[in-house]
């Protein structure tokens, strides 16, 4: 059984485009995350939501927002996507906030 | 400003050496210090974290070390193997409704034969 997962694993769209990443996890946790991995590899937090409440916006360009349906759904939408979006979004859920995390398998977006 | 930071960036260890891994901290709030493994196409899976009442863990051949008065800790692979190589992330973050996970920059492993 996946614990956190993510469709697609793969994007590859257009600059202008809108896309979108759903995210769900079956652990039964009440925070959920999306992370962003540039090309360095470079790990950042963008949001985080607890019980389906927005907690964390990292200075993230409002083109990019989060929707959380329920506590096991995390989905990312962004819109006019940009070349500098290109990377790889990990989602990932925690029973405590800040506590141990898992993370998904990730997506990577290419953005053309 | 990276308020976790990391070294080295890479790393060549042999077979059956030890490979250390370092993190230094600013934010005396953090008070969860995890070490995340990840391959290549992978997510970062969460192999051995700390928290700042104990100076040591270790699970298995992986240990941290931590030094709450110098802000630091680290990450031993003890016997390490190729199957081991991969990219190491520390991290951390602190308890409370703003909490995220703070990441270092990585250091990628490659356990030779």
């Known amino acids: 059984d996946t614990a956190v997962s993510q469709t697609p694993k793969y994007l590859v769209t257009q600059m202008g485009n809108d896309k979108s990443i759903k995210c769900e996890q079956n652990?039964?946790?009440?925070?959920m995350y999306w992370y962003k991995q540039d090309s360095k590899k470079f790990l950042k937090i963008m949001f985080s939501y607890n019980n389906k409440e927005l907690i964390i916006n990292e200075t993230v360009p409002n083109r990019f927002s989060p929707k959380s349906p329920d506590k096991a759904h995390l989905n990312l939408h962004i819109n006019s996507l940009e070349l500098g979006d290109s990377a790889v979004y990990f989602c990932a859920s925690s029973q405590d906030l800040g506590g141990r995390s898992t993370f998904g398998p990730g997506t990577r977006l290419t953005v053309l | 400003q990276q308020q976790v930071k990391q070294s080295p960036q890479s790393l060549i260890v042999q077979k059956g050496g030890i490979s250390i891994i370092n993190c230094a901290y600013e934010n005396t709030a953090f008070d969860y210090f995890p070490w995340y493994q990840q391959f290549p196409g992978k997510g970062p899976a969460l192999l051995i974290a700390i928290r700042p009442d104990v100076s040591e863990k270790k699970e298995g051949r992986f240990t941290i070390s931590f030094n709450k008065s110098a802000k630091q800790f680290s990450l031993h692979i003890m016997d390490s193997q190729p199957g081991d190589s991969a990219t190491y992330f520390c991290?951390?973050?602190?308890?409370?409704?703003?909490?995220?996970?703070?990441f270092g920059t990585g250091t990628r492993l490659q356990v030779t034969l």
């Open positions: 991290a951390a973050s602190m308890s409370g409704t703003a909490s995220k996970l703070t």
């Open positions: 652990l039964g946790h009440d925070t």
